[in-house]
């Protein structure tokens, strides 16, 4: 295979897809082919953005949340492959990562009103607390999901429940525009979506250990270096809803149905939710941006790694109440001084 | 091409040349009733990934098999549906797989005319990406392929997107009911950012893959890009230019190519009126659109949607009083809708702005209701064929700098 030099210029370029930016900076020698290389991996990331779109009616997700509480609706593989990992760490997280919150998400206001395509009446009502629906969520909750693998479809135990891949979908499509990278051997790049999920192939000419890619806005927010692999980051702030006076942000709990800053409603503790500031933050490296993407997500709700029946090879970091909590592998990404 | 080049894309295309030398045509296999019509796609790159995506919201199509030459793009784009069989030889799927009824073409224009044949000589109905072909006689024999299988019930259809596009067969009704009255003059342009490059890890492959770069065989931005509006100007006013003129130069990719990143055609018809086309690849400010100036409103078609522009003066018409508008600096565009009476019925006229899919989608339903219920193409191998030589007429008039004359009663012959 011909690699492209690491050595050289570097190239930036970016697309819009899948309500966020993405962007990719790349080093070579040949910046003819790096900019092919990069529009290749673009279009990738466009594919996906159109497939799995929540909101175009002409998108696969779209498909299956108008027709999969009547029948079962047939999956391309990679839809299929998605909706498992999403079903293996909802799980394995004990479910504090579920691609089924979309009608919470309406509820408490990060998201406008149903969409009116399929005819619905909002399935919460906007001021009804949690706590009067019972202790069992009817309207979200991945163990309605019905994957049948090796049929390779997908059906809802009842009608209401919807899929929304947000969360995870972000991190499959940079995964699979490195591929594209790699490929096109491409040997010296970073690729983020939106800045949460974000892969790293090769290092940087002036930095051997790996692209240092800082974790959030903080005074002293620690560097981690990435080398050929993903970082997956969570973080409440950046869309936020005003409920009760209060700015709550975006992250649902999937257990409680409510947002895991907010102290009110819900018929379960969330463990984030003492620390309801901006500075509530979860990283995750592996090698896969989807599985970091996903546990990220995961880990923020959790407020710790603990008791998880982590991913092989998962390195975790969580911020709660302006403490750093790292798991041993994820050290190894840090700078040499936090790291200690 | 260099010969090592020259024989990677020999040796690429022998794998669709071998069925090609198949004598005799077959009937149709017959589609049994309720069954999906079965379809396997050849060529798996970008436009035949983007196919699979769109077939699999048609529930009456089943993709079965996937062919391309190089079998890592065969399988990734297998995965973008399910149970495929992927092969890289034609001849072997079509031998491995009997109950495939119809195709989906989308290799490199210079490779549609040997599986193209070779699929209609193997009784499979066609849906043939455009331009046909890079060569005027590529074009010909195509379509005397396609004329010829007619008498065994197979459809060919040309992928010209435009004619089953939802706005743009509402916007024909309203330009054909003379909304427009009096044609003054027509534009479109197809403006994108992109290098037009595909990368690989391979020289020889990375070769290959670029053919719309290589001037032995791309027939540039008027063929590749141009062919699609052209056939909407034809489609629209039932007819076809008389000449073409051209000029085109490398404005921003300055990586060696050869051929141009930045044209513009300006194509006369018999009536007098105009046609001024203009591509490049250096920017993408307004993308890719089509506009119909007439004494009373313009209209304009921008593939995912369309807008009526009315003069001051224009008579009134009573759909104007439910219509969605919107706002473009000192205009204002009535949105084309499609079914927009039976959306304003419901309430829902808003929600009726812009196409859900992507026209690709509505061509390739058309193709596979075409097959599944006898109909004919709605874009024939004949309209394929005169937009594809109106097109290598473009790109002729680019490369030369010279008026290209163009013989419409040649066209309408076909």
Not at chain 1, 214 to 236: E, Q, T
Not at chain 2, 27 to 40: K, M, T
Request: net charge neutral.
């Amino acid at each position: 295979m011909q690699r492209v030099s690491a050595a050289g210029e570097s190239l930036r370029l970016a697309c819009d897809a899948m309500g966020t930016r993405f962007e990719c900076v790349l080093f070579g020698a040949d910046q003819t082919r790096l900019r092919a290389a990069a529009e290749a991996a673009f279009a990738e990331i466009e594919s996906l953005s159109a497939r799995w779109s929540y909101f175009a009616s002409g998108s696969m997700v779209f498909r299956i949340n108008r027709e999969a509480a009547e029948r079962p609706v047939a999956l391309d593989a990679e839809t299929r492959d998605i909706l498992r990992l999403a079903l293996d760490v909802w799980r394995d997280s004990r479910s504090c990562f579920d691609i089924t919150i979309a009608p919470l998400m309406r509820h408490w206001g990060f998201r406008v009103a149903p969409l009116p395509e399929r005819g619905e009446k909002s399935l919460l009502q906007a001021q009804e607390p949690l706590s009067e629906r019972g202790a069992t969520p009817a309207i979200w909750g991945s163990q309605h999901l019905l994957l049948e693998e090796t049929a390779c479809t997908l059906a809802f135990a009842h009608p209401g429940i919807e899929i929304d891949l947000g969360a995870i979908a972000k991190g499959w499509a940079i995964d699979r525009a490195a591929e594209v990278l790699r490929e096109a051997g491409v040997a010296a790049a970073l690729l983020h979506g939106g800045t949460s999920s974000v892969v790293a192939i090769g290092s940087p000419p002036h930095s051997p250990r790996g692209w240092p890619v800082r974790l959030g806005p903080f005074d002293g927010s620690p560097v981690v270096h990435l080398r050929d692999s993903a970082l997956g980051i969570s973080a409440p702030h950046g869309r936020t809803a005003n409920i009760a006076g209060s700015s709550v942000g975006h992250v649902i709990d999937p257990r409680t149905g409510a947002p895991t800053g907010w102290a009110g409603g819900s018929t379960l503790p969330s463990p984030a939710r003492e620390d309801s500031r901006d500075s509530t933050f979860a990283a995750c490296v592996h090698t896969s941006a989807a599985i970091a993407d996903a546990w990220s997500t995961a880990l923020l709700v959790r407020g710790s790694a603990r008791g998880a029946a982590l991913p092989h090879g998962l390195a975790t970091a969580v911020r709660l109440s302006d403490t750093w909590t790292y798991s041993d592998s994820f050290a190894q990404h840090l700078s040499p001084e936090l790291a200690s | 091409m260099n010969d090592l080049d020259r024989r990677d894309f020999l040796a690429a295309a022998g794998a669709f040349a071998v069925v090609s030398l198949m004598p005799s045509t077959l009937p149709a296999a017959p589609v049994r009733r309720g069954a999906p019509l079965n379809i396997a796609l050849i060529g798996a790159g970008r436009q035949g990934s983007a196919a699979l995506v769109e077939l699999a919201k048609i529930d009456a199509a089943k993709v079965v098999a996937v062919c391309d030459t190089d079998q890592s793009r065969a399988d990734r784009a297998a995965r973008r549906t399910q149970g495929v069989a992927v092969f890289t030889s034609l001849a072997e799927m079509f031998d491995k797989v009997k109950e495939i009824n119809a195709v989906v073409i989308a290799t490199p224009t210079h490779e549609h005319k040997a599986p193209a044949i070779a699929s209609l000589a193997a009784g499979k109905h066609v849906y043939c990406e455009t331009p046909l072909a890079h060569t005027r006689e590529d074009v010909l024999a195509i379509h005397q392929a396609a004329q010829a299988a007619q008498g065994n019930k197979l459809v060919f259809a040309s992928a010209l997107e435009g004619r089953s596009n939802p706005i743009y067969k509402l916007s024909r009704g309203f330009y054909r009911s003379d909304a427009v009255r009096d044609l003054i003059a027509m534009r479109a342009q197809s403006d994108q950012k992109t290098t037009w490059r595909v990368p690989a890890s391979d020289p020889a492959r990375e070769a290959a893959l670029n053919w719309r770069l290589d001037k032995a065989l791309s027939i540039g931005l008027p063929g590749e890009l141009g062919v699609h509006q052209f056939d909407v100007f034809h489609w629209f006013k039932n007819d076809y230019p008389v000449s073409v003129r051209g000029s085109g130069s490398i404005r921003f990719h300055k990586d060696g190519r050869e051929i141009p990143d930045t044209v513009h055609c300006d194509l006369a018809f018999a009536d007098g009126v105009r046609l001024s086309w203009d591509a490049t690849l250096a920017n993408s400010f307004q993308g890719t659109h089509e506009i119909f100036l007439g004494s009373n409103a313009a209209i304009k078609l921008a593939w995912t949607a369309g807008w009526m522009f009315k003069e001051a003066d224009a008579p009134q018409q009573g759909w104007e009083v439910y219509a969605n508008r919107q706002q473009f600096h000192k205009d204002e565009g009535i949105t084309l809708i499609a079914d927009a009476t039976k959306l304003a019925s419901q309430g829902k006229l808003k929600e009726g702005v812009g196409l859900p899919n992507p026209p690709l989608y509505y061509a390739l339903a058309d193709f596979v209701r075409s097959v599944t219920e006898g109909q004919p193409a709605v874009a024939s191998a004949a309209d394929g064929a005169r937009a594809t030589l109106v097109a290598l007429a473009a790109h002729e008039a680019v490369a030369s700098g010279k008026e290209i004359a163009i013989d419409p009663a040649e066209l309408r012959s076909l």
